[in-house]
C-alpha cells in the first residue's frame, strides 16, 4: 500500500485539518489523525465553531459553569471556542516545536462583524492572542480592504496571522504587501520575527462555484467547455505570484534577518460539485511552501484514491493565464466574481456567528 498522504507531505505541502470541535479533542480522534493522517494543523472559522457548539452535550458544563457566574452570550462564546484551541495547541506543541513554528498551528478567527473594521479587528486580534496564550496560535483576518491595515498591525506587535477569505490575485498581491509592511514594523518593534509565522488563505472550491454558475447562463459550447477550470488556475496563479514577491530584494533583506515567508494556504478544497474529482483541489495544487487545509472527508478521499504527480503547480502557470483570458472572452465578469465572492463569504461568517451565538444563549439558559 501507498501513504499518499506522506507523498503529500514530502511533496511540501503541509496538510491542516479544515475542523475542530470539543468531540474530536476529547475522544482522542484529532491526536489520531495526526499521527495516521499526517495531519500537522487546524483551521477554524466561524461556520465550523456552529457546527461544533450545536452538539450541546460537549460543551453543556462548561455552560452551566458559565450561567452560574453570569456570563453573556458574547464572553461564553469567546471561553468556549478559545478554550478548543487552546487543547488543540497544547495537542499540537510538540509538533510546533519540531518544525521551528512553521507547523502545529491551530487558527481562530476574529469575529466576522468586524471584517470592515480595521481598528476592532486589531484590538479582538490581540485579546484572542492573549486569551488563548500559546504561541502556536493564528490569527485570522479577513483580506477585506479594511482588513490588509489590520494584517500589518497585527503582525507589527508579533503576532502570527492567518489571512483568510482571499479570492482574486489583486487582493493576495495586497495581502503579500501588507504582511512585509507587518513584517518590517515587528523588526523596527524588537520583535524576533524567526518567530512570527504567517499563512495566506486563497479559496478555492467557491471561485468554480461561482463561475460555473455564470457559465452556464453564458450557455454556449464555449463557455461550458471552461466549468471546473477556473479556481485551479486562480490557486496556481496565485502561487506564481508567491514566487515572484518572495524573490525581491526587499524580501531577501527580511530573509536574512530570520523572517520566515507566508505561505499560500488552500482553503475551501472540498469539491460542491458531485461531478468533480473529489481530490482535485489537492492533489492539482501540490508545491513546496504550501498549507492545504481540508475536511476530513477531503482528506480521507485522497488517502484512498488520490494520486500524487509531484509538483502539479510550477510549469502551469501559461495554461491558466490562457484560461482567465478565455473566461473573459466568453464574457465573465472576474472583477465582479470576486467582489460577490468576498462580500458572500463575510456574510456567511456573519450568519454562522449569530447561529453561535443562538446557540450559545439556548445552552446558558437550560
Known amino acids: 500500500m501507498t501513504d499518499t498522504l506522506a507523498e503529500l507531505s514530502a511533496a511540501g505541502v503541509s496538510l491542516w485539518l479544515d475542523d475542530l470541535s470539543r468531540q474530536r479533542l476529547h475522544s482522542g480522534n484529532l491526536k489520531d489523525l495526526i499521527s495516521s493522517k499526517h495531519i500537522v494543523g487546524v483551521t477554524t472559522n466561524p461556520s465550523i465553531f456552529a457546527a461544533a457548539l450545536a452538539d450541546g452535550e460537549s460543551y453543556q458544563i462548561q455552560a452551566d459553569e458559565l450561567a452560574a457566574r453570569g456570563a453573556s452570550v458574547d464572553d461564553a462564546v469567546r471561553a468556549m471556542t478559545t478554550d478548543d484551541v487552546r487543547d488543540a495547541c497544547d495537542l499540537f506543541s510538540a ?160 530573509a536574512a534577518a530570520g523572517a520566515n515567508p507566508q505561505r499560500p494556504l488552500w482553503a475551501s478544497t472540498g469539491v460542491k460539485d458531485p461531478n468533480y474529482d473529489d481530490t482535485q483541489y489537492v492533489v492539482e495544487l501540490v508545491a513546496p511552501n504550501t498549507v492545504n487545509t481540508a475536511p476530513e472527508k477531503t482528506i480521507d478521499a485522497v488517502a484512498d484514491h488520490g494520486v500524487i504527480r509531484g509538483n502539479t503547480i510550477q510549469g502551469t502557470y501559461g495554461a491558466a493565464s490562457a484560461t482567465f483570458s478565455a473566461l473573459e472572452a466568453v464574457g465573465v465578469d472576474l472583477p465582479d466574481v470576486f467582489a460577490v465572492l468576498e462580500s458572500e463569504g463575510v456574510d456567511k461568517f456573519v450568519k454562522s456567528w449569530e447561529e453561535l451565538q443562538a446557540t450559545v444563549a439556548k445552552s446558558l439558559a437550560s
Open 95 to 254: 509538533l510546533y516545536e519540531s518544525t521551528g513554528g512553521r507547523d502545529g498551528r491551530v487558527s481562530i478567527e476574529v469575529e466576522p462583524g468586524l471584517a470592515h473594521d480595521t481598528d476592532g479587528t486589531v484590538a479582538q486580534a490581540k485579546e484572542l492572542s492573549k486569551i488563548v496564550d500559546r504561541p502556536n496560535v493564528l490569527i485570522k483576518i479577513p483580506a477585506t480592504l479594511a482588513g490588509l491595515p489590520a494584517i500589518t498591525a497585527t503582525l507589527a506587535e508579533g503576532i502570527s496571522v492567518n489571512v483568510t477569505l482571499i479570492f482574486s490575485l489583486e487582493r493576495y498581491e495586497g495581502v503579500i504587501d501588507a504582511f512585509v509592511a507587518g513584517i518590517t514594523k515587528a523588526r523596527e518593534n524588537g520583535h524576533d520575527i524567526s518567530k512570527i509565522h504567517s499563512v495566506a488563505s486563497f479559496f478555492v472550491s467557491r471561485v468554480d462555484t461561482e463561475i460555473d454558475a455564470r457559465l452556464s447562463k453564458i450557455g454556449t459550447d464555449e463557455a461550458n467547455a471552461l466549468k471546473g477550470r477556473a479556481a485551479i488556475a486562480n490557486a496556481r496563479l496565485a502561487y506564481q505570484l508567491f514566487e515572484q514577491k518572495f524573490a525581491g530584494a526587499k524580501w531577501s533583506e527580511l
